[in-house]
């Protein structure tokens, strides 16, 4: 919604057209004033399977995985966050790229740990994500260190070990396009749920004040299938046997318990609850309050 907001008073104030994407893809001051001089490839940049937010740096750089929607672009609020001297990279989900991975964890990481090194070739990391992302990060982590490349620290945002078998109980009660328009926070009315259509689903998005209802109908779609397949690969994500060894900063939604179900393989060395709920993690309020906590661990 603020998205929305935002790109509504530029037409407004500006008389210019701006869509909601390149909003989404320019989330600095001047990278929206590239696109309004006309030096922006909004489409090429949404669908791209790396971001470079922040390139060179002097310090090693940050890697964030994907949530389950696939779009790396959220994390872009984040820059403000992450000190100046680290680069800062998002990987997203296969599906926003048109790439096919099949559902296996397996896949699912050795694909992330493919882009991990795409963008940062040689040379240590800091891995983090949210939700799915951040479920996923450990695996990378480990899948990295057996190509003899090294993960400096982990920045876990409200990420599940594993999902609890009653999420995928009720998921399996409803239609797969109503569990993925779901897992995006969009309501599905009851008399849609069983039934639910790839159109129907895509529809009810646009129509939506989520913040994907301002993007295209093909992405939307591509957002829909990377829902769908996240949701594939967490249902037979199971909790880590070793033990976390490097570094771990956990960020703990309401209701508390994301963190419990690592059981005794994180312990983390910064951990900060935050009351708001899981699908509010990277709202810009959240994200104002827990964005120093997160600067003052890159900074150690």
Same mark, same amino acid.
């Given at each position: 919604?603020?998205?929305? /907001?935002?790109?509504?008073?530029?037409?407004?104030?500006?008389?210019?057209?701006?869509?909601? #994407?390149?909003?989404? /893809?320019?989330?600095?001051?001047? *990278?929206?004033?590239?696109?309004?001089? +006309?030096?922006?490839?909004?489409?090429?940049?949404?669908?791209?399977?790396?971001?470079? =937010?922040?390139? @060179?740096?002097?310090? /090693?750089?940050?890697?964030?995985? %994907?949530? @389950?929607? @696939?779009? +790396?672009?959220?994390?872009?609020?984040?820059?403000?966050?992450?000190?100046?001297? $680290?680069?800062?990279? *998002?990987?997203?989900?296969?599906?926003?790229?048109?790439?096919?991975?099949?559902?296996?964890? #397996?896949?699912?990481?050795?694909?992330?740990?493919?882009?991990?090194?795409?963008?940062?070739?040689?040379?240590?990391? &800091?891995?983090?994500?949210?939700?799915?992302?951040?479920?996923?990060?450990?695996?990378?982590?480990?899948?990295?260190?057996?190509?003899?490349?090294? &993960?400096?620290?982990?920045?876990?945002?409200?990420? =599940?070990?594993?999902?609890?078998?009653?999420? =995928? !109980?009720?998921?399996? #009660? /409803?239609?797969?396009?109503?569990?993925?328009? @779901?897992?995006?926070?969009?309501?599905?009315?009851?008399?849609?749920?069983?039934?639910?259509?790839?159109?129907?689903?895509?529809?009810?998005?646009?129509?939506?004040? #989520? &913040?994907?209802?301002?993007?295209?109908?093909?992405?939307?779609?591509? &957002?829909?299938?990377?829902?769908?397949?996240?949701?594939?690969?967490? $249902?037979?994500?199971?909790? %880590?046997?070793?033990?976390?060894?490097?570094?771990? !900063?956990?960020?703990?939604?309401?209701?508390? +318990?994301?963190?419990?179900?690592?059981?005794?393989t994180i312990t983390p060395s910064a951990h900060l609850s935050?009351?708001?709920?899981?699908?509010?993690?990277?709202?810009?309020?959240?994200? !104002?309050?827990?964005?120093?906590?997160? *600067?003052?661990?890159?900074?150690?």
């Amino acid at each position: 919604m603020q998205l929305m /907001t935002f790109a509504n008073v530029v037409r407004a104030r500006l008389g210019v057209a701006l869509s909601v #994407s390149q909003v989404f /893809t320019n989330p600095t001051i001047s *990278a929206i004033a590239a696109v309004l001089d +006309g030096d922006s490839d909004t489409a090429s940049q949404l669908r791209a399977p790396v971001i470079a =937010f922040r390139t @060179g740096g002097t310090d /090693t750089p940050v890697v964030l995985l %994907p949530p @389950g929607t @696939g779009l +790396g672009w959220r994390y872009g609020q984040l820059l403000a966050h992450i000190p100046e001297r $680290r680069a800062v990279y *998002a990987i997203q989900s296969p599906q926003i790229s048109d790439v096919a991975v099949d559902g296996a964890v #397996s896949r699912a990481v050795d694909y992330f740990a493919d882009q991990v090194h795409a963008a940062v070739p040689d040379g240590p990391v &800091v891995l983090a994500g949210w939700s799915f992302g951040g479920s996923l990060a450990p695996a990378v982590a480990a899948e990295l260190a057996a190509r003899n490349r090294q &993960v400096e620290s982990l920045v876990l945002l409200d990420a =599940f070990a594993q999902s609890p078998a009653e999420y =995928f !109980a009720y998921i399996d #009660s /409803t239609s797969p396009h109503a569990a993925a328009v @779901g897992a995006l926070d969009v309501v599905v009315p009851d008399e849609l749920r069983s039934e639910l259509t790839r159109e129907q689903a895509i529809e009810l998005v646009l129509a939506g004040d #989520s &913040v994907f209802s301002g993007l295209d109908p093909e992405i939307v779609a591509a &957002v829909l299938d990377s829902s769908a397949w996240s949701l594939r690969v967490m $249902r037979d994500l199971t909790t %880590p046997t070793n033990a976390v060894s490097i570094p771990v !900063a956990y960020l703990e939604a309401e209701p508390a +318990g994301s963190l419990a179900t690592w059981a005794d393989t994180i312990t983390p060395s910064a951990h900060l609850s935050v009351p708001w709920v899981h699908s509010a993690i990277l709202s810009p309020d959240a994200v !104002a309050v827990w964005g120093p906590w997160l *600067a003052e661990f890159l900074q150690e």
